[in-house]
């Protein structure tokens, strides 16, 4: 059975860091990227980045440029968001998806969610002094 687990969400001061990982188990068909995603209370689901699994391309939302690192090591299957500098509108539920469309990987992996067919169950990040 497919699955996806988020984990390293915590409670950070202002201005800290955090690592989150995604990892995945069970997949049984292939798959192309992964890109998480953040959702905080009373606003949408939005894409914070996204990492292609042929090449390591790589895309970030304008908010969290120059603030977080998306990587992956395919040997674990899994894949890592290094999130610097935090601030309070970090705030979210973190989660990872597997991008498993076979089109072009291009930015369009930060809001397309049908490209998107597999979610985790989300890690809580809490950026509060």
């Known amino acids: 059975q497919v699955q996806l687990v988020e984990s390293g969400g915590g409670l950070v001061q202002p201005g800290g860091s955090l690592r989150l990982s995604c990892a995945d188990s069970?997949?049984?068909?292939?798959?192309?990227?992964i890109g998480w995603f953040r959702q905080a209370p009373g606003k949408e689901r939005e894409g914070v980045s996204c990492?292609?699994?042929?090449?390591?391309?790589?895309y970030y939302a304008d908010s969290v440029k120059g603030r977080f690192t998306i990587s992956g090591d395919n040997a674990k299957n899994t894949v890592y968001l290094q999130m610097n500098s935090l601030k309070p509108e970090d705030t979210a539920i973190y989660y990872c998806?597997?991008?498993?469309?076979?089109?072009?990987?291009?930015?369009?992996?930060?809001?397309?969610?049908?490209?998107?067919?597999?979610w985790g169950q989300g890690t809580q990040v809490t950026v509060s002094s």
């Open positions: 990492i292609s699994k042929r090449d390591g391309s790589t």
């Open positions: 998806a597997a991008y498993v469309s076979s089109g072009l990987f291009g930015s369009s992996c930060l809001w397309d969610l049908f490209d998107y067919a597999y």
């Open positions: 069970g997949f049984t068909l292939d798959y192309y990227g």
